[in-house]
């Protein structure tokens, strides 16, 4: 059974940096296209970046230059890096795993990122 579970949201200063994690279970990943969301105080959730089963990655504008998707399958798990963060990236951020077979997708519970002095 597929399950997906982020971590390493936090508090962090503006124009610091985080690491997020997700960890995913019963996943290949050259089987599914993964994708974090961030959804802010109020707003709607949105597509931040994507990596699909060929590893082509992609990037909304307000990320580029800025997150990387990447991820290991010997471990199992999905990252984004992110950098130069600001006032404007404070969300929680959900991974997103969907078949490139079936109409299936599956979300982790999200993790908070608050970026603030």
């Known amino acids: 059974q597929v399950q997906l579970v982020e971590s390493g949201g936090g508090l962090v200063q503006p124009g610091g940096s985080l690491r997020l994690s997700c960890a995913a279970s019963?996943?290949?990943?050259?089987?599914?296209?993964m994708a974090w969301y961030r959804e802010p105080p109020g707003r709607q959730r949105d597509l931040i970046a994507s990596?699909?089963?060929?590893?082509?990655?992609n990037y909304a504008d307000s990320v580029k230059d800025r997150f990387t998707i990447s991820r290991d399958q010997a471990k199992n798990t999905l990252y984004l890096q992110m950098i130069s963060l600001n006032e404007g990236d404070t969300a929680v951020y959900y991974c997103?795993?969907?078949?490139?077979?079936?109409?299936?997708?599956?979300w982790g519970q999200g993790t908070q990122v608050t970026v603030s002095s």
């Open positions: 990596i699909n089963a060929g590893g082509v990655q």
């Open positions: 997103k795993a969907k078949s490139e077979w079936t109409d299936n997708n599956y």
């Open positions: 019963d996943i290949t990943f050259t089987q599914y296209t």
